[in-house]
């Protein structure tokens, strides 16, 4: 994923948050909804299950695409989305990289529920970064990153999802997207990021398949961690936004999800809000410093996985799933 520049942001966000609910003053547009109760048909997301997923892919190696530990994972997304109960989709695409590189990629879809026409796509890259380009020792720019926060938090988080999806039915159609080459781009070059997605967009994973909405979880596992509200899924889809806002809240997880703006990132959910989709992205954001520190470092690591944060963002999406 690529962040824009800040000063855009805050001129994009004057020109167009102007309009504040009476009760709200942080320029999102949003009131607060006051914590409840949790209801007792909402699962209880499970973090430890969900750290299991993430370690899982980590001792596996980076995934960086045409590796061994890239295939590999790659195998073990989709046997667990069987496993659980989904009807599994590949897609496999041969996608040329920016510098010229033919990645072996491989989306790997899983639908729960099929027959009903309302789909809830959720979606994590599964791919690590090749290089470790932010890393404050020049030395390691060139080792690939293990992807612990960027890439397998996401794809654990949802995988966890799936689980209590096969414990408990919703009774809505809800689809799962492990979206693979999002994390082989150049800085300043926005086509180059999130090519898995752009893949699944222009070659339907079967015919007529359209999702109602999308929710992007990106690098939702870190210590420290906080969820503003991302620049384009506010601006495309602020129904969308307030409602997983308003129930990380009433989950009691307000903390981690402010009702600010963050930063303006191209990631996957661009890819779906430009075929006309609302689409949102959780991802963590920083005022002071922007991504989490680890991104696109060595020390994005098993180490510096919170299972706090993890609870807060699977907690929200279960509640808005299941409410």
Same mark, same amino acid.
């Given at each position: 994923m690529r962040l824009h520049s800040i000063l855009l942001i805050l001129t994009l966000c004057l020109a167009s948050c102007g309009a504040k609910s009476r009760n709200n003053t942080d320029g999102t547009g949003m009131s607060d909804i006051p914590a409840s109760e949790s209801s007792s048909n909402i699962p209880s997301f499970d973090a430890d299950s969900a750290y299991c997923y993430l370690a899982m892919q980590v001792k596996a190696g980076p995934r960086v695409p045409n590796t061994e530990a890239h295939k590999k994972i790659g195998n073990y997304l989709s046997a667990e989305l069987k496993r659980h109960g989904a009807n599994v989709i590949e897609q496999a695409a041969d996608l040329?990289?920016?510098?010229?590189?033919?990645?072996?990629?491989?989306?790997?879809?899983?639908?729960?529920?099929?027959?009903?026409?309302?789909?809830?796509?959720? #979606?994590?890259?599964?791919?690590?970064?090749?290089?470790?380009? *932010?890393?404050?020792?020049?030395?390691? @720019?060139? *080792?690939? #990153? =293990? $992807?612990?926060?960027? $890439?397998?938090? $996401?794809?654990?988080?949802?995988? =966890?999802?799936?689980?209590?999806?096969?414990? *408990?039915?919703? *009774?809505?159609?809800?689809?799962?997207?492990? #979206?693979d080459a999002e994390d082989w781009g150049e800085e300043n070059n926005d086509d180059s990021w999130a090519m898995g997605a752009r893949y699944f967009i222009n070659n339907p994973i079967k015919p007529g398949y359209l999702p109602s909405r999308v929710i992007v979880a990106d690098m939702v596992g870190g210590k420290n961690a906080k969820f503003p509200i991302e620049y384009f899924s506010q601006q495309n889809s602020p129904d969308l936004t307030a409602k997983i806002w308003n129930c990380a809240v009433s989950a009691g997880y307000g903390d981690y999800f402010p009702k600010r703006m963050g930063g303006a990132i191209t990631?996957?959910? #661009? =890819?779906?809000?430009?075929?006309?989709?609302?689409?949102?992205?959780?991802?963590?954001? @920083?005022?002071?410093?922007?991504?989490?520190?680890?991104? @696109?470092?060595?020390?994005?690591?098993? =180490?510096?996985?919170?299972?706090?944060?993890?609870?807060?963002?699977?907690?929200?999406?279960?509640?808005?799933?299941?409410?």
């Open positions: 040329k990289a920016f510098d010229g590189t033919m990645l072996s990629a491989r989306n790997i879809f899983g639908e729960f529920n099929p027959d009903m026409d309302d789909r809830l796509l959720l #979606v994590a890259h599964y791919d690590c970064r090749p290089w470790a380009d *932010q890393d404050p020792d020049p030395e390691k @720019h060139r *080792q690939p #990153v =293990e $992807g612990a926060n960027d $890439g397998a938090s $996401g794809t654990a988080l949802l995988l =966890e999802i799936a689980r209590q999806l096969s414990l *408990q039915n919703p *009774q809505k159609g809800i689809d799962i997207l492990f #979206v990631d996957d959910h #661009v =890819e779906f809000i430009k075929a006309g989709i609302p689409a949102i992205d959780i991802i963590e954001y @920083h005022e002071d410093s922007g991504f989490d520190p680890d991104w @696109h470092t060595s020390h994005d690591t098993l =180490e510096n996985i919170d299972k706090a944060t993890l609870k807060a963002v699977g907690s929200t999406l279960l509640r808005y799933i299941y409410e």
